[in-house]
């Protein structure tokens, strides 16, 4: 360890254990000093570089700690000791694995430094003399549509092994936004599965407990859109400035910023403010953070700063779970070999399975008498039937389009791009697998292709699948959507 950091880091340590009367309410000043030593004689600073202090600490409990209860005493310490402007960084030790001497670490930034009145540096894109659309003469925020459905409280998310982890972290955060080790939270499962609807709990229940902050929940979609009109009527600053004064910002299908370099630019700006001014980040999307094409390195290593939690398919007892709570609140009650037979049936997500539920009272409504077995199961025939999907080479492009988050004119580009090439050779392969067409035909369906790049395609993705894990993925994935 470098000696002149351990120096200053006990100078640090000196001045605080000197404040610590001051900065508590309590006066048993050995007490305290018992605590404070506990604690700090177990955080190790490792470097200290442009102003960048990093410490190391056994766990994330005393990152946290020591941001709620001695972040200004710290502050203080380091801008005495150090100067103005230090970035406080933590390398939180991990589980040694066997066979290692060192530990394993994750680094975390930390908070923001509190610092004076003014802030001295702004991130790009972001200008201090702008007028916000948050704020107008004598208010400091005003009320928008934080875009939330009161469907989609925690109340009526139902939990099961498949979500549990990712729901208990969640209702976590709700209750301290922005001050949790789990920002950004990352939530990441196939679709239907209930992301959305627990990315929009937490909003709600930040509304409830916290009524002034400001929550904004919005599709990835709608965040290109609202970019790509800032960007022509040249307003990129205005557009940057909006988004510095939400509290907790709630992006759904982050994974559709894909190739829009411009967009990831603003939006790694954005998340940089609001990150490192404590405000709660949450995402969704349909792939984990690694497994997101063509999106920038450095925003995919700030997806990776707070917590990443998959979201699976319903087991049976989830889904069971899940009918007879929604059932319930619909005032209809169904006898054991009903709900399962219904748990039975809707295998593959949330979405899907109160779709059945859904159709099932309609019907019971319409025949005004109680469901029988046999009245179920030939109802979820008649949904089955109705729901059959024709599949089409335009349908598979419609759904390799969707996974990887690209547009179909760039699936039928000539680009070789590997983000762009691998989804056009996998069309090619599900087309062959899915339909009756020919090489041929295949080939004038993807912009007009020889039928020896079809073939070669299909070769390809039948040799690479049974040696690259992801592409193996990507084809039992994408076999599943194309199949429901």
């Not at 409280?153 to 209750?175: H, L, M, P, Q, W």
């Not at 984990?288 to 087991?315: C, H, N, T, Y």
């Not at 209809?332 to 709900?339: A, G, P």
Request: hydrophobic residues 40%.
């Amino acid at each position: 360890m470098d000696e002149n950091l351990m120096m200053i880091w006990q100078k640090c340590l000196q001045f605080m254990r000197d404040n610590l009367n001051a900065a508590e309410d309590n006066s048993d000043l050995k007490k305290l000093e018992k605590s404070f030593d506990l604690l700090f004689d177990k955080v190790q600073p490792i470097s200290l570089v442009e102003n960048n202090l990093t410490l190391m600490v056994p766990s994330d409990f005393y990152k946290e700690y020591i941001e709620d209860n001695y972040l200004s005493l710290l502050s203080a310490a380091l801008k005495k000791n150090i100067g103005k402007g230090v970035k406080l960084w933590y390398s939180v030790m991990e589980n040694k694995p066997n066979g290692l001497e060192k530990p394993v670490t994750m680094n975390m930034k930390g908070k923001s430094i509190p610092t004076p009145k003014v802030q001295e540096t702004m991130p790009q894109g972001f200008s201090s003399n702008i007028v916000n659309p948050f704020v107008v003469p004598g208010i400091k925020k005003v009320n928008i549509d934080s875009n939330l459905k009161s469907d989609f409280s925690f109340d009526n998310y139902v939990e099961g092994e498949s979500n549990k982890f990712a729901a208990t972290v969640a209702r976590s955060i709700a209750k301290r936004p922005g001050a949790t080790a789990f920002n950004p939270l990352f939530l990441y499962g196939g679709y239907g599965v209930g992301k959305t609807h627990l990315g929009q709990a937490v909003g709600l229940e930040v509304k409830n407990q916290f009524p002034d902050k400001v929550v904004l929940y919005l599709s990835s979609e709608k965040f290109i859109q609202q970019f790509i009109s800032s960007a022509k009527a040249h307003k990129q600053t205005e557009f940057a400035n909006f988004y510095q004064m939400v509290d907790v910002l709630i992006i759904d299908d982050i994974q559709f910023l894909s190739g829009k370099s411009a967009t990831q630019d603003s939006f790694f700006h954005i998340f940089d403010y609001l990150h490192q001014n404590g405000k709660q980040i949450i995402l969704t999307s349909d792939k984990a953070p690694a497994d997101i094409m063509d999106i920038q390195d450095r925003i995919v290593s700030r997806f990776k700063w707070g917590l990443s939690a998959e979201i699976k398919s319903p087991d049976y007892d989830t889904r069971r779970k899940i009918i007879i709570d929604k059932l319930s609140r619909d005032g209809i009650v169904l006898t054991e070999d009903m709900l399962d037979f219904l748990a039975s049936e809707a295998k593959t997500n949330v979405r899907e399975l109160i779709g059945v539920i859904n159709s099932v009272i309609a019907y019971s409504t319409i025949y005004k008498s109680d469901l029988s077995l046999e009245l179920l199961k030939e109802t979820i025939n008649k949904i089955a039937a109705n729901q059959k999907k024709i599949i089409n080479i335009p349908y598979i492009q419609e759904v390799v389009c969707d996974y990887f988050g690209i547009k179909r004119e760039q699936l039928l580009s000539k680009t070789r791009k590997r983000e762009i090439a691998l989804p056009r050779q996998l069309a090619m392969y599900f087309a062959k697998e899915f339909t009756n067409a020919t090489f041929t035909k295949i080939g004038e369906e993807m912009g007009g292709k020889d039928h020896s790049t079809v073939m070669y395609a299909c070769e390809t993705i039948k040799d690479i699948s049974k040696i690259d894990k992801e592409v193996k993925k990507y084809v039992k994935e994408l076999t599943e959507r194309i199949k429901h």
